[in-house]
T-cell receptor, first 111, second 114 residues
């Protein structure tokens, strides 16, 4: 069974802090990695994707991938109360194959 | 901005009834998916569809489920005889051309089976 684990959480940080969200995956054949944000009762919204080892930055968000450790993370700098949501890690094994999701980490940013 | 559209947003049905959930994917996308999310649980893959046929399905997608792309724009999920445990949010997603590209999700249909 190919698994995506997001075990830490819920996470609470003060406004302006860095939030660090972690994810591990079991399938070494996974090729692309996605972070989605989901507000309660809403659909997943893509924040970032990453394919290569290393860091990828987009505004206040940085995704980090370490394929040897089967680990992907998302850093949110200067956290805002509007960042409060559940963050879903998802992986897929091929360019057009299904996404396998983790259960998500709920982030709360305190004003 | 192009988006995936799902109807209805909420459907209440009696156990044993058939339901059809509808999706209009982004127009130039080639790959279509249905996922579901039971309240408080993770998003689960149901089925993927490409070139007018199912390309992959999960163990959840049993004989009670079927998908169709009847007219080249709509993409439907049919549940033949609903059970209480089918109550969930159902998300349609579509993905663009070949190679790596992100999946865009519709806003979801909340199905409640009573």
């Amino acid at each position: 069974q190919k698994e995506v684990e997001q075990n830490s959480g819920p996470l609470s940080v003060p406004e302006g802090a860095i939030a660090s969200l972690n994810c591990t995956y079991s399938d070494r054949g996974s090729q692309s990695f996605f972070w989605y944000r989901q507000y309660s009762g809403k659909s997943p919204e893509l924040i970032m994707f990453i394919y290569s080892n290393g860091d990828k930055e987009d505004g206040r968000f940085t995704a980090q991938l370490n394929k040897a450790s089967q680990y992907v993370s998302l850093l949110i700098r200067d956290s805002q109360p509007s960042d409060s949501a559940t963050y879903l890690c998802a992986v897929n094994a091929g360019a057009n194959s299904k996404l396998t999701f983790g259960k998500g980490i709920t982030l709360s940013v305190r004003p | 901005e192009p988006e995936v559209t799902q109807t209805p947003s909420h459907q209440v049905t009696q156990m044993g009834q058939e339901v059809i959930l509808r999706c209009v994917p982004i127009s130039n996308h080639l790959y279509f998916y249905w996922y579901r999310q039971i309240l408080g649980q993770k998003v689960e893959f149901l089925v993927s569809f490409y070139n007018n046929e199912i390309s992959e399905k999960s163990e959840i997608f049993d004989d009670q489920f079927s998908v169709e792309r009847p007219d080249g724009s709509n993409f439907t999920l049919k549940i033949r005889s609903t059970k209480l445990e089918d109550s969930a949010m159902y998300f349609c997603a579509s993905r663009g051309g070949r190679g790596f590209s992100e999946a865009f999700f519709g806003q979801g249909t909340r199905l409640t089976v009573v």
